[in-house]
C-alpha cells in the first residue's frame, strides 16, 4: 500500500479507537453488551465519514481484521469476566490476535491504496446514485458491524461466562481454531506469489490447497469462527442454553460465505476466463476433495 493510503487508514484507525474508547468509558455503568455495541457504533462511524471525505468506502475494509482482537480483550480483561477461566481466555485471545494480525497483514500486502475502489463498491456507487451515502453506511459499514459482532460472540462464553475447567475440548477447539489460521495464511500466501509472477491471462491457480478448494481462504475462515465457537462449548457446563446464542455468529458468516461471497465470485471470474468455468467444473467450491486430472 502507497504511504500516503497507509498515512490515511493509521490516523482513521486511531481515531476511530479513541472514540470508541472514549464511548466505552462512559458507559462503565452498562452492561458488557451494551458497551460493545455503542463502542462498535462509535468505530464504525468514523470510519463511515472518514471514507466519505476520502471518497473511498474501502477504509473500512480492514476493521474484519482489526476490531476483533480489542473486543475480546476487553471482554476478557472486564470485571464481568472474573470468572471466567483465565487461561482459556488468554488462548482464546492469542488465537483472535494472532489471526487479526495475520489477516492485516495480508490486507496490507495486497491493497494497492485508497485511489483503488473495490469493484463491488463501484457498482453499488453506480445504482444507487445520491443515495449512495446512506446505502454505503448500512450495507457496507453497519450490516457488517452487526455481522461482525455476531461473529465474535461465538467467543463470549469462553471469555465472560465460562468457568469450566480446561479439558480435552478444548485442546480440539484450539487445534481447529489454529489450523483454519493456518490453512487461510498458506493459502493467502500462495495466491499472493501466484499472483506476482508472470502468467497468462485469465490462467487459474491450482498449487497447494486451490487445488483441492475453489475458496481455501474462505474454509479457512468459517474454521476460524467454528473453532472459537468450540472454545466456548467447552467453557460453559452441557446444556448451557448461552452456547446456541453463540452459535448464531458463525451460522451467519457461514451463510455470508457459502451463498454469497463464493457464489459472487466464482461468477465474476467465470465471465472472465474459460479456465475457470474449467476449474469450476473439476475443483469444489469449499469442502476440499482429491484434484481431478484436466481432460
Known sequence: MPRRGLLTMLLAYAA????????????????????????????????????????????????????????????????????????????????????????????????????????????MRRSSGRLFPLVNLLVLHLIPTAMLGLACAAAYPALVT???????????????????????????????????????????CEQGPWAWARHPNYLGELGFWWGLYLCSVAAVPAGDRAVEWAAVG?????????????????RRLAARSPAYRDYMRRVPSLLPRTPRVPR
Not at 464481568?80 to 488465537?95: F, K, M, Y
Not at 458463525?250 to 466464482?266: E, G, R, W
Request: hydrophobic share 50%.
Open 16 to 123: 476511530a479507537a479513541a472514540l470508541a474508547g472514549l464511548v466505552w468509558q462512559r458507559h462503565l455503568d452498562a452492561v458488557l453488551g451494551l458497551r460493545s455495541v455503542l463502542a462498535a457504533l462509535a468505530a464504525t462511524g468514523v470510519l463511515w465519514l472518514i471514507g466519505l471525505l476520502r471518497r473511498n468506502p474501502s477504509v473500512f475494509d480492514p476493521y474484519w481484521s482489526v476490531a476483533p482482537v480489542p473486543l475480546v480483550a476487553a471482554w476478557a480483561c472486564d470485571p464481568a469476566s472474573a470468572g471466567a477461566e483465565p487461561t482459556r481466555q488468554l488462548l482464546v485471545v492469542a488465537l483472535v490476535t494472532a489471526w487479526g494480525l495475520r489477516l492485516t497483514y495480508h490486507f496490507l500486502r495486497t491493497f494497492p491504496g485508497l485511489d483503488h475502489e473495490d469493484w463491488r463498491y463501484t457498482d
Open 250 to 266: 458463525p451460522l451467519v458468516i457461514t451463510s455470508l460465505l457459502v451463498f454469497y461471497s463464493a457464489p459472487a465470485l466464482d
Open 162 to 204: 465460562g468457568t469450566q475447567p480446561l479439558g480435552p475440548l478444548d485442546l480440539l477447539a484450539a487445534a481447529v481454531t489454529l489450523a483454519a489460521i493456518l490453512l487461510e495464511a498458506t493459502s493467502d500466501r500462495i495466491m499472493r506469489t501466484f499472483r506476482a509472477r508472470p502468467r497468462e491471462p485469465g490462467s487459474v
